[in-house]
């Protein structure tokens, strides 16, 4: 069934089918991993593998198919995914493998659709990911230092990897049991930081290698950034480029485990976007030069829920810029031109799996070309090729990060723009060029400017403000004690570290003491005109300072002195601190040292007598918030949480707890709460913890208004939204909604007015293309039988273009068609001297109402050349909406 020429989609859906039919509960024959130098070798096949990262807690189960399924459409043969050891180990001995972490159930998906599974255990994870995958309680083992030749550790990092192994053998998961999972990876990036651990973290890995291997999982284990991995256990590269990899063994295929394809976000943080021709430009020169196996780290990126992101400070969402966004969208035109690359590289597959390493050619200083194929001859500097036509593949390459450059191979001439690959599954005929983009753009409703994704400038408009609308205007509110709570609160002398006392069950830790001011520091502070501080040595991630009750100030960083200010007055003062944690580390070495809170001395500075050291005071602990502990955020009406009605002049306001009801937004689109007008908090949607909000905003300076392509990518290379707030759309998955009253509850620290949150459906609303006639024709006639029977008509090869709207919706209106010279970009486009006049409707005729819709790009089609002697190109905006409303927009034109 998994035979090395690529099978056409429908193909392979009978073929599943059938195939289920058969051999019920199994999702493949029964098959064989190993491996050679060149490849990962499937059932006796050598491979050429496109990987699709997804974790399945970022999404809901109900997602899952969705999610897989476009990611198969785009192209990918495998998923890959990390094991998250804190979800699935919460509490020590106490499993959970139910809703989102259902990872059974996720990987049978993944099976039952046909692609196979990398599943990387780990169990460190990093992953911008709480404690990195680490459960908490983890630290509190006696003993333990974590990554490291330590007994404790081993042993239970031994316990979590086996049960995931055991789990998946007993589900019959393994290939040679039927099932996806064709590879496993141990530890992840321990290259890193193995330098910090000296002889111990050299034993470590050899320890880690043959615990693992030693489970009888019968797949390869793989170690990402681990050039010391044993010779049994593959390793592997992660970065933006690895094309210039090579594993530490000539007998280890080159794995590419994570192609960083976007970047994550802080609180604060501008937005990263990666340059879709980049990306594709690295993949391609990946395969070139010998490369087997690409995993897009991430394909879809998705949400970090309740508090599962990390720290320091890791963003809610975690959308990654991947090509599937945050709710599950395709992001255009990223995931269209990679799956376009996708089905190039696959033309060339039968040629790459052939040969043991690829003919080098240099064609230019800057410019190679890597030939896979027998019957290649050189004479001199001349190569000629004799030989079975689909035996030939090329990639020819101009690493030219400044200059389009002309090169002859083979006898012909080719043009490569800069900082591109061309790839030719026939050793002559040019399919896909990394830099030339023929896919659909699209525009979301929530976007307030088209990303940054492509070499296009940002435009400053904003989405029409008719379609917003308050959520509600009924709210009540309740607030949130400052200080002690709780029968629970506790008092001891000196300072306690904040995971020591929270285990991380709640953000929150109150300290509070005492302290008694004289009337002689008094006049001293008015004789010398100054002012006592308190002073914290070192402090992360926040905190709030309260003198008597109220907030004289916060402080937000990583391991930041803290110096506040503050007035105090005759008699005893009272001193709250309420420390933050907004996501555990989640890398480096020693991360159970790491700890969060405060660390060394906490004084009063500034007296008459000097400092006042309340590092050894007596303190009062207090654990989390009264509402977290009540769970006023369930759906279970609470009366005796004291609920009053909020009225406008009680806003905004800081420590409180707001309620409403709300009506879900009508049809299935994915729903984004709009959160600007909020300060700092958490909010929980029919008792569903969707995550942390903040407001904090990006630099007002480091974006860049647009983003060239060309050149090597960082992630500051190109980004968006400065001076606006990091975040403001926070996902509800639709599955937590119903249609009508739905409780929304809100804990706000620093004020904010709920009467402007408002909710919006998710969905792309503007698409745009741009395909000339020169572009390439469309892939699928490469594949086409007739092709390589040479009976493939020149109409049959005439470039096309492709609109596609979400799911369940429909191609209102088409705003602008030129056919001819058209000047500009998505939502600025205009017509240029050269324009048919019947292109508007030849477009919408073949568009309006429809989901999806191709127009060829050429004369005969707009009935004539409208300038001969010129190169024409379409240009096409149109605007998608749900399919219910169709009526009703189609009248606008
Ligand atoms: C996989 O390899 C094992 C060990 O060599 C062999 O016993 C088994 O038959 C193979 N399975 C398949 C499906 O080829
Ligand atoms: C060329 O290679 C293809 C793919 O391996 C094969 O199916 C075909 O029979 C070969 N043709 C000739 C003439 O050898
Ligand atoms: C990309 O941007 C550069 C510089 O702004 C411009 O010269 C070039 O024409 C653009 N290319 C495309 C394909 O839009
Ligand atoms: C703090 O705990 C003590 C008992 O340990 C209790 O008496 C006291 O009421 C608690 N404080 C608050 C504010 O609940
Ligand atoms: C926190 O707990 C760890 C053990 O989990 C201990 O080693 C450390 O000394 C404690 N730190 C403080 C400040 O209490
Ligand atoms: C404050 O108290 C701590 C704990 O007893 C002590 O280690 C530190 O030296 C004291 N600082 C000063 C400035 O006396
Ligand atoms: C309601 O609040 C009371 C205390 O105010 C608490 O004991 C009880 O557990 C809460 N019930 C629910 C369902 O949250």
């Given at each position: 069934?998994?035979?090395?020429?690529?099978?056409?989609?429908?193909?392979?859906?009978?073929?599943?089918?059938?195939?289920?039919?058969?051999?019920?509960?199994?999702?493949?024959?029964?098959?064989?991993?190993?491996?050679?130098?060149?490849?990962?070798?499937?059932?006796?096949?050598?491979?050429?593998?496109?990987?699709?990262?997804?974790?399945?807690?970022?999404?809901?189960?109900?997602?899952?198919?969705?999610?897989?399924?476009?990611?198969?459409?785009?192209?990918?043969?495998?998923?890959?995914?990390?094991?998250?050891?804190?979800?699935?180990?919460?509490?020590?001995?106490?499993?959970?493998?139910?809703?989102?972490?259902?990872?059974?159930?996720?990987?049978?998906?993944?099976?039952?659709?046909?692609?196979?599974?990398?599943?990387?255990?780990?169990?460190?994870?990093?992953?911008?990911?709480?404690?990195?995958?680490?459960?908490?309680?983890?630290?509190?083992?006696?003993?333990?230092?974590?990554?490291?030749?330590?007994?404790?550790?081993?042993?239970?990092?031994?316990?979590?990897?086996?049960?995931?192994?055991?789990?998946?053998?007993?589900?019959?998961?393994?290939?040679?049991?039927?099932?996806?999972?064709?590879?496993?990876?141990?530890?992840?990036?321990?290259?890193?930081?193995?330098?910090?651990?000296?002889?111990?973290?050299?034993?470590?890995?050899?320890?880690?290698?043959?615990?693992?291997?030693?489970?009888?999982?019968?797949?390869?284990?793989?170690?990402?950034?681990?050039?010391?991995?044993?010779?049994?256990?593959?390793?592997?590269?992660?970065?933006?480029?690895?094309?210039?990899?090579?594993?530490?063994?000539?007998?280890?295929?080159?794995?590419?485990?994570?192609?960083?394809?976007?970047?994550?976000?802080?609180?604060?943080?501008?937005?990263?976007?990666?340059?879709?021709?980049?990306?594709?430009?690295?993949?391609?020169?990946?395969?070139?030069?010998?490369?087997?196996?690409?995993?897009?780290?991430?394909?879809?990126?998705?949400?970090?829920?309740?508090?599962?992101?990390?720290?320091?400070?890791?963003?809610?969402?975690?959308?990654?810029?991947?090509?599937?966004?945050?709710?599950?969208?395709?992001?255009?035109?990223?995931?269209?031109?990679?799956?376009?690359?996708?089905?190039?590289?696959?033309?060339?597959?039968?040629?790459?799996?052939?040969?043991?390493?690829?003919?080098?050619?240099?064609?230019?200083?800057?410019?190679?070309?890597?030939?896979?194929?027998?019957?290649?001859?050189?004479?001199?500097?001349?190569?000629?090729?004799?030989?079975?036509?689909?035996?030939?593949?090329?990639?020819?390459?101009?690493?030219?990060?400044?200059?389009?450059?002309?090169?002859?191979?083979?006898?012909?001439?080719?043009?490569?723009?800069?900082?591109?690959?061309?790839?030719?599954?026939?050793?002559?005929?040019?399919?896909?060029?990394?830099?030339?983009?023929?896919?659909?753009?699209?525009?979301?409703?929530?976007?307030?400017?088209?990303?940054?994704?492509?070499?296009?400038?940002?435009?400053?408009?904003?989405p029409s403000q008719d379609e917003v609308s308050p959520l509600s205007e009924n709210w009540v509110t309740v607030k949130e004690p400052i200080g002690a709570w709780g029968d629970d609160n506790f008092t001891v002398q000196?300072?306690?570290?904040?995971?020591?006392?929270?285990?991380?069950?709640?953000?929150?830790?109150?300290?509070?003491?005492?302290?008694?001011?004289?009337?002689?520091?008094?006049?001293?502070?008015?004789?010398?005109?100054?002012?006592?501080?308190?002073?914290?040595?070192?402090?992360?991630?926040?905190?709030?300072?309260?003198?008597?009750?109220?907030?004289?100030?916060?402080?937000?960083?990583?391991?930041?002195?803290?110096?506040?200010?503050?007035?105090?007055?005759?008699?005893?003062?009272?001193?709250?601190?309420?420390?933050?944690?907004?996501?555990?580390?989640?890398?480096?070495?020693?991360?159970?040292?790491?700890?969060?809170?405060?660390?060394?001395?906490?004084?009063?500075?500034?007296?008459?007598?000097?400092?006042?050291?309340?590092?050894?005071?007596?303190?009062?602990?207090?654990?989390?918030?009264?509402?977290?502990?009540?769970?006023?955020?369930?759906?279970?009406?609470?009366?005796?949480?004291?609920?009053?009605?909020?009225?406008?002049?009680?806003?905004?306001?800081?420590?409180?707890?707001?309620?409403?009801?709300?009506?879900?937004?009508?049809?299935?689109?994915?729903?984004?709460?709009?959160?600007?007008?909020?300060?700092?908090?958490?909010?929980?949607?029919?008792?569903?913890?969707?995550?942390?909000?903040?407001?904090?905003?990006?630099?007002?300076?480091?974006?860049?208004?647009?983003?060239?392509?060309?050149?090597?990518?960082?992630?500051?290379?190109?980004?968006?939204?400065?001076?606006?707030?990091?975040?403001?759309?926070?996902?509800?998955?639709?599955?937590?909604?119903?249609?009508?009253?739905?409780?929304?509850?809100?804990?706000?620290?620093?004020?904010?007015?709920?009467?402007?949150?408002?909710?919006?459906?998710?969905?792309?609303?503007?698409?745009?293309?741009?395909?000339?006639?020169?572009?390439?024709?469309?892939?699928?006639?490469?594949?086409?039988?007739?092709?390589?029977?040479?009976?493939?008509?020149?109409?049959?090869?005439?470039?096309?273009?492709?609109?596609?709207?979400?799911?369940?919706?429909?191609?209102?209106?088409?705003?602008?068609?030129?056919?001819?010279?058209?000047?500009?970009?998505?939502?600025?486009?205009?017509?240029?001297?050269?324009?048919?006049?019947?292109s508007l409707s030849v477009v919408s005729q073949a568009c309006e109402g429809r989901n999806r819709c191709s127009v060829r790009i050429s004369n005969a089609v707009f009935g004539g050349d409208p300038c001969h002697g010129t190169v024409?190109?379409?240009?096409?905006?149109?605007?998608?909406?749900?399919?219910?409303?169709?009526?009703?927009?189609?009248?606008?034109?």
């Amino acid at each position: 069934m998994f035979g090395t020429r690529p099978i056409p989609l429908q193909c392979l859906a009978v073929a599943l089918t059938l195939h289920l039919a058969v051999i019920a509960g199994e999702f493949f024959k029964p098959f064989n991993v190993s491996y050679d130098h060149r490849a990962l070798i499937i059932d006796g096949n050598r491979r050429m593998l496109i990987s699709a990262g997804i974790h399945y807690p970022r999404a809901t189960p109900e997602m899952w198919p969705d999610l897989v399924a476009k990611s198969k459409e785009g192209g990918a043969d495998v998923i890959e995914t990390y094991a998250f050891w804190n979800g699935h180990e919460p509490v020590k001995g106490q499993y959970n493998f139910e809703g989102r972490y259902d990872i059974v159930k996720f990987v049978k998906l993944v099976g039952s659709s046909g692609l196979y599974l990398h599943l990387r255990i780990g169990p460190y994870v990093c992953a911008e990911w709480n404690f990195g995958g680490f459960p908490v309680w983890l630290r509190d083992v006696p003993g333990i230092e974590f990554r490291t030749e330590n007994a404790p550790f081993k042993n239970e990092m031994q316990r979590f990897v086996k049960k995931i192994v055991d789990l998946m053998r007993e589900e019959m998961l393994f290939s040679w049991q039927g099932g996806p999972i064709i590879l496993l990876q141990i530890e992840n990036e321990y290259g890193d930081v193995e330098g910090s651990y000296g002889e111990k973290g050299k034993e470590y890995v050899k320890w880690a290698a043959k615990m693992a291997t030693g489970l009888g999982a019968g797949v390869p284990w793989v170690m990402c950034k681990q050039v010391d991995a044993p010779e049994y256990i593959l390793d592997a590269c992660n970065g933006y480029y690895c094309d210039g990899f090579r594993p530490n063994s000539y007998k280890k295929p080159v794995l590419w485990t994570e192609n960083w394809d976007g970047w994550y976000t802080q609180w604060g943080g501008r937005l990263p976007h990666r340059p879709v021709e980049d990306l594709a430009f690295a993949v391609a020169r990946f395969f070139q030069r010998g490369g087997s196996f690409q995993n897009y780290y991430m394909f879809f990126g998705g949400t970090n829920f309740g508090r599962t992101s990390g720290g320091p400070n890791q963003l809610t969402s975690y959308d990654y810029d991947a090509p599937l966004d945050e709710y599950g969208l395709l992001r255009q035109p990223k995931w269209g031109h990679l799956k376009d690359l996708h089905a190039a590289i696959k033309l060339c597959e039968p040629a790459l799996v052939a040969v043991d390493s690829p003919q080098y050619i240099k064609l230019g200083p800057m410019q190679e070309a890597h030939v896979y194929g027998k019957n290649i001859h050189r004479k001199g500097e001349t190569f000629t090729w004799s030989g079975n036509k689909s035996r030939c593949s090329a990639f020819l390459a101009n690493i030219d990060e400044h200059n389009e450059a002309s090169v002859t191979f083979f006898g012909e001439v080719y043009t490569l723009p800069p900082w591109s690959v061309s790839i030719l599954p026939d050793c002559k005929n040019t399919v896909y060029n990394t830099a030339k983009v023929g896919a659909q753009t699209s525009i979301k409703t929530t976007e307030l400017s088209l990303p940054l994704s492509t070499n296009v400038s940002v435009l400053q408009q904003l989405p029409s403000q008719d379609e917003v609308s308050p959520l509600s205007e009924n709210w009540v509110t309740v607030k949130e004690p400052i200080g002690a709570w709780g029968d629970d609160n506790f008092t001891v002398q000196g300072i306690l570290q904040h995971l020591n006392v929270t285990k991380d069950i709640s953000d929150y830790l109150w300290y509070m003491t005492r302290v008694y001011v004289y009337d002689d520091d008094i006049s001293f502070w008015e004789e010398n005109s100054v002012e006592p501080a308190l002073t914290i040595d070192s402090m992360r991630d926040l905190v709030h300072i309260f003198i008597n009750g109220k907030l004289i100030g916060s402080v937000f960083g990583h391991w930041v002195k803290v110096d506040q200010p503050l007035q105090l007055m005759q008699g005893y003062n009272d001193i709250v601190l309420l420390s933050e944690t907004i996501g555990l580390q989640n890398f480096g070495a020693f991360l159970e040292k790491d700890g969060a809170g405060f660390k060394g001395q906490i004084k009063l500075t500034g007296f008459r007598n000097g400092d006042i050291n309340l590092t050894d005071s007596l303190w009062t602990y207090q654990v989390g918030l009264k509402g977290e502990f009540l769970k006023i955020y369930n759906v279970a009406e609470n009366e005796t949480a004291g609920w009053t009605d909020l009225t406008l002049d009680a806003i905004p306001s800081s420590f409180s707890w707001y309620k409403t009801y709300f009506d879900a937004p009508v049809g299935m689109d994915p729903v984004a709460l709009d959160f600007r007008s909020m300060g700092k908090g958490q909010a929980w949607v029919n008792g569903h913890h969707i995550g942390r909000y903040w407001t904090l905003v990006a630099p007002k300076d480091g974006c860049q208004s647009s983003c060239n392509y060309r050149g090597a990518y960082h992630s500051d290379k190109c980004t968006t939204n400065c001076g606006k707030p990091t975040q403001i759309w926070y996902h509800v998955p639709r599955s937590w909604l119903q249609s009508t009253n739905n409780l929304l509850v809100i804990f706000e620290e620093t004020g904010g007015n709920p009467f402007e949150i408002s909710i919006k459906p998710y969905s792309t609303h503007i698409i745009c293309g741009q395909v000339s006639e020169s572009h390439y024709p469309p892939l699928r006639m490469w594949f086409h039988p007739n092709f390589v029977k040479g009976k493939i008509s020149a109409s049959d090869m005439i470039p096309e273009i492709h609109f596609h709207c979400d799911d369940g919706h429909k191609i209102s209106s088409i705003e602008f068609a030129s056919y001819g010279t058209p000047k500009g970009s998505c939502q600025k486009f205009s017509k240029g001297n050269c324009h048919a006049p019947n292109s508007l409707s030849v477009v919408s005729q073949a568009c309006e109402g429809r989901n999806r819709c191709s127009v060829r790009i050429s004369n005969a089609v707009f009935g004539g050349d409208p300038c001969h002697g010129t190169v024409k190109t379409l240009a096409v905006e149109a605007r998608c909406v749900p399919s219910s409303n169709i009526g009703f927009s189609a009248q606008k034109q």
